[in-house]
């Protein structure tokens, strides 16, 4: 496609590179990392005074208009509130926790928070449902000893109270609700809203350094119960400079932002919601999600509203898709003034690019730049940039400004790690996890893997090559990489194949355990709603799409690790409540493989089930000059 990009400034990456003792390298920009505020609400107070008037959030009332709070209205409340927290002699020891969606109420609470050097923690709402027990919300709640719960939604409040006495925090943990259930003896936002600030809000200020707690992020809990995950004024300060100092463009004019990534992770909650206040900007609280039942919402608010800067995950940008390609209009609007957009959390299939491309270049009258990087909650999170347009998905590209990356040879791939002031101290009260976390040098373990797009010309960039934990080896003691064999199903199966788990560990050959996109297959069939999925996935005609797939996946090549002789496809989605799905709604491989072992068993069970497709010996053939165990060049496009 030759239709040029839509004109942004980015800066130009400049890498430097050390080797170190056996096969280590030791890589960092060649720009330097500009000076940062001491403190996030130094920014809130900057654009209070520069832009008073500007928006700076906005979200939808009960009856569905736009509310908003400008810059200076926001440090008054963030003031007022930062008051009404010190009365309660909130700390470290007695955090603010904060059980809500995204919601001016949310925000500002959590800058209030910053404001006076108290810790707050956003809480997923997901963790008052699909449980019984709570068992995630009692665990965070017990490791914080929160003395203030804020529930937005009043109807959560029995079970939060009943967990608060459970845990014995009742007599010393104050509930807050917007607005509190009947009955209740709830304490309401709009008194904490009205209290009038004193000199100790201005000493509390001045007192915050870099090393304060700012919050605490809870992991997503893939590999046990969530970490909280300690986040310093100095780690978010930072890691906004590396961002403006990478995107040059923020300065040209205040970011505006349609955004519904929740603010209990750090892609939303640091990221998106950091930038916007560090550059002035407005952000839209999109009240809408990549479902099925919330993308009308998200369209809905696209239009009205024309971002100027998009964030989102692989999942958003799929959903989007159907609209932005038969929505004219919505498709115009939304490109009118977009500079960039930015995809993070899981791979992104070169069909979905493909098709990014073709909708700006038809409604915007040029491509927009699609960018991604690498990051962690542990890194708040912008760690690593493709800092430009790849064709190549899969591109992380090369550390950030002020971010020092170690690739230590682990398992014949490249382990990351990463220094820097946006790393973390550390998981909160638990120092057997903060030591396990760093190396002798004081890297944090990222837990991915990486290698050079081009060994020869280590400037091009950094590929993702999967999580090192999800990998596994075959009965033959032969190593089979997850995360770049899952993104190659996933490319090659587009549309019918939405995502896959990685099958074999101790067996003789490698499986999937596929979640299907009944739409895509309804359509392969040209069939109607009225089919339900077991009929639709049961069809010939998708059983031979999925044969298919795998003859594809076969002709390309690779030894026994990297080809995917069986799968199974399933028709139950994956499942929140057991941690198959991350915050961002990326799939947990191990937690699928731990509650559907029964799948896993089918998949090779001898004699085999018919439920299993199976990829014919005569279709087993390496490609002239394909690598044995390892997938060919597994993000080009195809």
């Not at 998200?298 to 390609?325: D, H, I, Q």
């Not at 973390?424 to 990486?450: I, K, N, S, V």
């Not at 109607?528 to 999925?533: E, H, K, L, R």
Request: proline share 7%; hydrophobic share 40%.
């Amino acid at each position: 496609m030759n239709i040029p990009y839509r004109p942004v400034r980015l800066a130009d990456y400049r890498l430097i590179q050390d080797s170190g003792e056996n096969g280590t390298h030791y890589l960092r920009n060649a720009i330097e990392l500009g000076p940062y505020p001491r403190c996030l609400t130094e920014r809130l107070i900057e654009w209070a005074r520069r832009a008073p008037e500007r928006l700076f959030l906005v979200d939808r009332d009960e009856d569905g208009r736009w509310r908003g709070i400008t810059y200076r209205e926001a440090l008054i409340m963030a003031r007022r509130l930062g008051q009404a927290l010190l009365d309660r002699g909130l700390s470290a020891q007695r955090p603010l926790a904060i059980l809500s969606g995204n919601d001016i109420e949310h925000g500002l609470l959590a800058l209030a928070a910053q404001h006076v050097g108290v810790p707050y923690a956003p809480l997923a709402p997901a963790y008052l449902q699909g449980a019984a027990d709570f068992a995630k919300l009692r665990h965070a709640l017990s490791l914080l000893t929160p003395g203030m719960v804020y529930i937005n939604d009043g109807s959560l409040w029995p079970q939060v109270q009943t967990l608060l006495e459970r845990l014995h925090l009742s007599d010393t943990c104050e509930t807050i609700c917007r607005r509190p259930p009947s009955g209740s003896h709830a304490g309401l936002y709009a008194d904490l809203a009205s209290t009038t600030p004193t000199s100790a809000v201005e000493a509390a200020h001045a007192a915050i350094d870099g090393d304060t707690i700012a919050k605490f992020l809870f992991t997503s809990g893939t590999t046990g119960m969530p970490k909280a995950v300690i986040n310093t004024q100095r780690m978010l300060c930072s890691n906004q400079q590396m961002k403006r100092q990478s995107w040059p463009c923020l300065a040209d004019e205040p970011p505006v932002l349609v955004d519904w990534l929740p603010w209990h992770h750090t892609f939303g909650g640091n990221h998106n919601f950091g930038l916007v206040l560090y550059n002035g900007g407005t952000l839209y609280i999109d009240d809408g999600l990549p479902t099925p039942e919330g993308i009308e919402r998200t369209l809905r608010n696209l239009r009205e509203v024309a971002p100027s800067f998009y964030f989102n995950v692989p999942k958003g940008y799929e959903a989007l898709m159907p609209a932005l390609t038969f929505d004219e209009a919505l498709a115009k609007h939304f490109f009118s003034r977009l500079k960039m957009t930015f995809y993070a959390g899981a791979h992104l299939g070169q069909h979905v690019w493909k098709a990014w491309d073709a909708l700006g270049a038809a409604h915007g009258g040029s491509r927009v730049l699609m960018m991604t990087g690498l990051g962690a909650t542990e890194t708040a999170p912008f760690a690593l940039c493709a800092n430009r347009d790849s064709r190549r998905s899969g591109l992380v590209g090369l550390p950030a400004p002020g971010v020092e990356l170690k690739l230590v040879p682990c398992r014949q791939k490249l382990e990351a790690r990463i220094r820097g002031p946006n790393v973390t101290p550390g998981y909160w009260r638990q120092p057997e996890l903060t030591a396990g976390a760093f190396d002798d040098e004081g890297f944090y373990r990222l837990g991915d893997a990486l290698r050079f797009a081009d060994p020869g010309q280590p400037a091009a960039g950094l590929l993702f090559d999967g999580r090192v934990a999800e990998d596994f080896k075959l009965a033959t003691g032969t190593w089979v990489s997850v995360g770049p064999l899952r993104a190659w199903l996933v490319e090659i199966g587009a549309p019918c194949v939405r995502d896959a788990a990685i099958t074999g560990q101790d067996r003789d050959s490698v499986g999937a355990l596929v979640f299907a996109d009944i739409e895509a297959c309804r359509s392969l069939l040209r069939a109607d709603a009225s089919m339900d999925a077991e009929t639709v996935l049961r069809h010939p005609l998708v059983r031979e799409r999925f044969v298919d797939i795998l003859r594809q996946a076969a002709s390309r090549g690779a030894g026994s690790a990297s080809r995917i002789t069986r799968l199974l496809l399933v028709t139950e989605a994956p499942s929140v409540a057991h941690n198959e799905l991350t915050d961002k709604g990326t799939l947990n491989q191990r937690a699928v493989l731990e509650h559907r072992q029964s799948l896993v068993e089918t998949l090779y069970t001898d004699p085999l089930s018919s439920q299993v497709i199976v990829l014919a010996e005569r279709d087993v053939a390496i490609a002239p000059g394909a690598r044995a165990d390892r997938p060919p060049t597994q993000y080009s496009p195809p």
